[in-house]
């Protein structure tokens, strides 16, 4: 048969067809749904291979068709942190089947802060981007800077916070409650931090002066101040993330604890209806509001209370006999519907100097729990989804 045989495609052929595969199907509809690792490996094929997969719109379009981005989506990575020291564990739902070393999946993030002898502490975790803040005590000194950090890029940017503080001075103690997350409508990410003044050290009592909140747009890199017309309520602890809104506990008037929700979007506060008792903690489930009893005097099962839309709580026991102490945090469901959980396990001494990770299966009867890490026990975790997004300002990025 000769070379113009209908049938036959010749060589010529098939190298053309690979020759003109246009750059649109390849880099829009191809690499954006490969690995991010695979990602940053291809960058040294080419310039273009290098400088397209860096761009905003190429990072956007792959976090969009990343199954794992979704607030809904199953949680199979954690971002561990403690101090200078982060990490991240990646878990699957047959590990705890089969003989698995979970010490093994806890990779350390090698990378330098350049951050001298400050502690950082985890502000929040959106779409790849780790934030976190130098707020090791209660003094205006250790809130200068925040960082957003990319692990899978390994590239980071410190944001000052000088200029930012005046109302404060070295004798007032005050409290922060720091956020982070993200704008689709203008693809901007921010980080919003509120203090409020606790004490006067030359007067020796409650300064009452109340919350200022200060917001930076990464996009604008500025910062800006707001207002909060709650004097009386104080938010306290790190806020959690779900679909554009950060919210925080909150002490108000009394000893009552409420909700504090902040729009993103529109810059606004809203107090919800989803009272906080002194043991609880709040939490993202199932791209759900939630919270979780963290009372080591508990009797009864442990309970964790989901808000759904629209204003409908579902409530999960955790039965008393997995031996549970302390449940600090409840984060996410995996693949096939167990959950996480942090908290000493009762099997063991009581030990103060350290917490566990571990998993609750729901499906089995009775719930099965399954501890995974032992940590030191101030660690911070947040879930992970890796990503090419950029911790840059736009004007001036730079390396880490």
């Known amino acids: 048969?000769?070379?113009?045989?209908?049938?036959?495609?010749s060589k010529k052929q098939v190298v053309d067809q690979q020759i003109y595969l246009s750059n649109d199907l390849l880099f829009?509809?191809?690499l954006t749904r490969l690995p991010v690792k695979s990602l940053v490996r291809f960058k040294s094929v080419s310039k273009q291979w290098y400088f397209t997969p860096s761009s905003s719109d190429f990072a956007n379009a792959h976090l969009i068709k990343s199954p794992l981005s979704h607030p809904s989506a199953s949680v199979n990575t954690l971002f561990i942190e403690r101090g200078h020291n982060c990490y991240l564990f990646s878990y699957d739902d047959d590990d705890d089947q089969i003989s698995v070393n979970f010490e093994d999946k806890l990779v350390?993030?090698?990378i330098d802060f350049d951050v001298e002898e400050d502690d950082l502490e985890l502000a929040g975790s959106c779409n790849g981007l780790i934030c976190?803040?130098?707020m090791s005590s209660f003094t205006p000194a250790s809130n200068e800077y925040f960082i957003i950090w990319n692990p899978s890029t390994r590239k980071l940017h410190k944001y000052a916070s000088y200029g930012y503080l005046e109302r404060f001075n070295n004798e007032q103690y005050f409290f922060v409650a720091p956020g982070f997350g993200y704008v689709s409508s203008v693809d901007d990410y921010k980080y919003v931090r509120i203090l409020t003044v606790l004490w006067n050290i030359d007067e020796g009592e409650y300064d009452g002066t109340g919350n200022i909140v200060h917001i930076f747009s990464l996009k604008e890199n500025k910062w800006r101040k707001i207002d909060f017309d709650h004097d009386d309520i104080s938010p306290c602890g790190q806020a959690v993330l779900i679909n554009e809104k950060l919210y925080w506990a909150a002490r108000s008037g009394g000893d009552d604890k409420v909700?504090?929700?902040f729009d993103l979007e529109a810059e606004r506060f809203d107090i919800i209806k989803f009272n906080v008792d002194r043991f609880e903690n709040l939490g993202v489930m199932g791209g759900c509001l939630s919270k979780c009893n963290c009372d080591k005097t508990f009797t009864g099962d442990k309970l964790m209370h989901i808000l759904q839309p629209p204003s409908i709580v579902k409530s999960v026991g955790v039965p008393k006999g997995l031996r549970l102490d302390t449940t600090s945090e409840m984060i996410g469901f995996t693949r096939s519907g167990k959950f996480f959980v942090t908290g000493p396990f009762n099997d063991e001494p009581m030990d103060f100097q350290s917490r566990t990770l571990g998993i609750v299966d729901t499906r089995t009867k009775p719930m099965q729990y399954?501890?995974?890490?032992?940590l030191d026990n101030f660690f911070k975790i947040a879930r992970y989804v890796p990503s090419l997004v950029s911790p840059f300002p736009i004007e001036g990025p730079s390396e880490a």
């Open 259 to 261: 909700v504090v929700s």
């Open 370 to 374: 399954t501890m995974l890490l032992r």
């Open 108 to 110: 350390k993030l090698e």
């Open 28 to 30: 829009q509809e191809i």
């Open 132 to 134: 976190l803040s130098s």
């Open 1 to 9: 048969m000769g070379d113009n045989h209908p049938n036959i495609v």
